[in-house]
């Protein structure tokens, strides 16, 4: 439903969220997420930029296809730079879409176009209105920004707005690309658009933050409250270096203050905390623990007055309730006596709709789990779906380690894998650690050199029986370079992203790692696949 006082949520997960170093996702990955991002509700999914790749182009079209059928689903967006190449690309992926939009964007400030395109002022009006009025007569929907709002030269930019829609734009957004201004400019600037550019009153305007400053959700909501009616947000405020708007904060800063703000969106936020969990768990970029909304202690109270609030009344110190965002207030405990009915219950609880197969193999290692420790906390479930379910397509599946390490001998590790050919091989290495020979038994067997290029291992909660989490980022080298093989590729050489995530979780943080490391090998070789099969 939309009112003159909903807020359109346009998400960019896919696009700008995916931009994030060790995001990349694959189009399983992708269509999963936007499915979820369906049932949260959101107006628009902006699924990719197909001209990027043939796996983004790829991941666009399917989303298109089968998210973006049926009454009530999401717009589907398609990034493109202004040009005709683009634009064609775009419009080549969306279109299955029953409702699709072309989002063309060209910078207006002076740093871009005289240090990025090399274009004068003149050639840039020239090339908005001829590309938008080409995307428009292709697509009914024609979103456009000027990249780089947040420093252009206000009077310029109202020039290229103008001709934008003249041109049959439908949508302005205005993206703040590097973070830079504060909240009182930025609601200025939108206020200015909307003061000095004719026919705004026919569009909706849009804002797009990013949070090199800590300012995008104020950035946005200032926006919002000089009539910006579209927000541009990732799942977990994930996007190019700082990030992007938390999706999550603009909904529910919009939902909790309605006396402020007096504005509503289409968001279900019961779908949040999901929402959160499975794309932290894709892109394998934690959440961290204090973050606003979706963080793990955001609903926690520790200190003893607190908590004395709270019992008495949760009003006392909680401006949200946790079952708003879709956190069950759970007082079941699970322990070896549970059975499935309980397990799958507490699932559900945390906001996962696991069944059939993947039941039984989650169910199995919690069982597994139960022997080893007494309590089994929600954070040892949700590791061990993770580790289990959200997982790239296992090309190469490890069999069996074995290390052995101490104060006096070298570390040695054992490998065994299964390859996508069925053949199960072995090998053998010497490291400097019993991760760093782990690492290079695989990399014997496997063969697809790479760097290790980020390395973190945290226990999920208290206690010496913890399940470790252990998560990875990985670069591809040309295995050809000085000092065994390890120069990085140039960035032409790969596709676009650079680095690939992995997670990995078990009592055992040797175990962990080695799993880790298997699920960022999988994902860069299926990223390679996608993008030479496609
Ligand atoms: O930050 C930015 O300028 C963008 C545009 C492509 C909208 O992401
Ligand atoms: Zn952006």
């Not at 999914?45 to 999401?74: H, K, M, T, Y």
């Not at 292709?138 to 206000?154: H, I, Q, T």
């Not at 959440?287 to 607190?306: D, L, S, T, W, Y």
């Not at 590729?489 to 690939?500: F, S």
């Amino acid at each position: 439903m939309q009112t003159p006082d909903t807020v359109r949520i346009f998400d960019t997960t896919l696009r700008d969220g995916e931009q994030s170093p060790g995001a990349t996702l694959n189009i399983d990955e992708k269509l999963e997420i936007a499915r979820q991002l369906a049932r949260l509700g959101v107006d628009i999914i902006e699924a990719g930029f197909p001209i990027a790749s043939p796996g983004d182009f790829e991941a666009v079209r399917r989303v298109a296809l089968e998210v973006g059928q049926g009454e009530n689903a999401p717009i589907i967006a398609g990034l493109a730079r202004a040009n005709r190449a683009d634009v064609d690309r775009a419009w080549e992926a969306v279109r299955p879409a029953r409702r699709p939009r072309i989002h063309t964007f060209l910078a207006t400030s002076d740093i871009h176009l005289q240090h990025k395109l090399k274009i004068s002022r003149d050639e840039c009006l020239a090339r908005v209105k001829e590309m938008v009025a080409y995307a428009r007569s292709l697509c009914a929907d024609v979103e456009f920004s000027p990249e780089d709002a947040g420093r252009s030269d206000p009077e310029f930019m109202h020039q290229a707005l103008a001709l934008a829609i003249q041109a049959g734009a439908t949508t302005l957004n205005i993206p703040d690309t590097v973070g830079y201004t504060t909240p009182q400019e930025f609601g200025a600037l939108i206020a200015g658009i909307r003061e000095h550019v004719p026919g705004t009153q026919n569009v909706i305007i849009s804002a797009h933050c990013h949070n090199d400053l800590g300012l995008a959700t104020a950035n946005t909501l200032a926006a919002i409250q000089a009539g910006a009616r579209q927000a541009e947000v990732t799942i977990n405020g994930i996007g190019e270096r700082a990030g992007n708007t938390a999706l999550e904060e603009i909904v529910m800063a919009l939902h909790t203050r309605p006396q402020i703000y007096g504005l509503r969106t289409n968001i279900d936020t019961t779908q949040i905390a999901r929402a959160s969990r499975l794309v932290s768990a894709y892109t394998s970029i934690p959440v961290q623990p204090n973050k606003a909304i979706v963080g793990a202690n955001a609903f926690a109270h520790e200190a003893g007055i607190h908590q004395d609030g709270i019992l008495k009344n949760p009003l006392t110190y909680e401006i949200m309730r946790p079952d708003t965002i879709g956190i069950a207030d759970s007082r079941l405990v699970l322990g070896k006596h549970s059975g499935r009915h309980a397990f799958q219950t507490k699932l559900a609880e945390l906001g996962y709709a696991i069944q059939g197969d993947d039941l039984n193999r989650v169910f199995e290692r919690f069982k597994e789990l139960c022997d080893k420790k007494k309590v089994v906390a929600d954070a040892d479930i949700e590791a061990i779906v993770h580790d289990e379910i959200y997982q790239p397509e296992e090309l190469w599946r490890l069999q069996h380690i074995q290390v052995s390490c101490g104060t006096s001998m070298k570390p040695t590790a054992t490998v065994s894998l299964r390859g996508p050919d069925g053949i199960v091989r072995e090998d053998a290495a010497i490291g400097t650690g019993p991760v760093d020979s782990v690492y290079r038994a695989i990399n014997r067997i496997v063969q697809a050199p790479n760097v290790l290029a980020e390395f973190s291992i945290k226990a999920v909660t208290e206690g010496i029986d913890a399940v470790g989490e252990v998560t990875i980022r990985i670069e591809p080298t040309n295995g050809n370079g000085l000092h065994g093989g390890r120069q990085r590729l140039h960035p032409q050489a790969e596709a676009r992203h650079r680095t690939y995530s992995g997670h990995g979780a078990d009592t055992d943080i040797i175990v962990a790692s080695a799993k880790a490391y298997m699920s960022a090998l999988n994902k860069m070789l299926t990223a390679r696949r996608e993008s030479k099969g496609s």
